[in-house]
C-alpha cells in the first residue's frame, strides 16, 4: 500500500514540475496592438514605431503574438530592438498565465 501510494505520489510530482524550455515563433507586439491591430491605434508611421509608443504612452507590455494568441514575455527590455519583427523565443511557458520566461530571443530565419 505504501509503495503504491509513493508511485503515485511521484507520478504526480513529475506531472506538475515546470517542463523545459520551449520554441515559439511569432510576432513581438504589445498587448493593446496584439488584441486590435495598429489600424485602430496608428501611434507612428510603422508598426515598430506604434509597438513602441504603445509600451511607453499606454503602459502596455511587449508579447509574442503567434497568428492566435499572444504571450506576455518575462522580458521586456530585449524585445524593444524587435518591435514588430518575426522573432524566434526561446523559454518557458506558464499556461495559467499565458507568459514566457524567456531565455533568448532571436531574428527569424
Do not use: W
Given at each position: 500500500?505504501?509503495?503504491?501510494?509513493?508511485?503515485?505520489?511521484?507520478?504526480?510530482?513529475?506531472?506538475?514540475?515546470?517542463?523545459?524550455?520551449?520554441?515559439?515563433n511569432g510576432i513581438?507586439?504589445d498587448e493593446l496592438?496584439?488584441?486590435?491591430?495598429?489600424a485602430q491605434m496608428?501611434?507612428?508611421?510603422?508598426?515598430?514605431?506604434?509597438?513602441?509608443?504603445?509600451?511607453?504612452?499606454?503602459?502596455?507590455?511587449?508579447?509574442?503574438?503567434?497568428?492566435?494568441?499572444?504571450?506576455?514575455?518575462?522580458?521586456?527590455?530585449?524585445?524593444?530592438?524587435?518591435?514588430?519583427?518575426?522573432?524566434?523565443?526561446?523559454?518557458?511557458?506558464?499556461?495559467?498565465?499565458?507568459?514566457?520566461?524567456?531565455?533568448?530571443?532571436?531574428?527569424?530565419?
Amino acid at each position: 500500500m505504501k509503495r503504491t501510494f509513493a508511485v503515485v505520489l511521484l507520478s504526480v510530482a513529475g506531472l506538475s514540475a515546470a517542463q523545459g524550455p520551449q520554441t515559439f515563433n511569432g510576432i513581438i507586439e504589445d498587448e493593446l496592438c496584439a488584441k486590435g491591430g495598429h489600424a485602430q491605434m496608428r501611434m507612428g508611421p510603422t508598426d515598430a514605431d506604434c509597438v513602441k509608443a504603445c509600451i511607453v504612452s499606454h503602459g502596455a507590455q511587449y508579447v509574442l503574438l503567434d497568428g492566435k494568441d499572444f504571450y506576455i514575455l518575462s522580458d521586456q527590455q530585449t524585445p524593444e530592438k524587435f518591435a514588430a519583427q518575426k522573432v524566434t523565443v526561446v523559454g518557458t511557458l506558464d499556461a495559467k498565465t499565458k507568459t514566457i520566461r524567456v531565455q533568448s530571443i532571436s531574428a527569424a530565419k
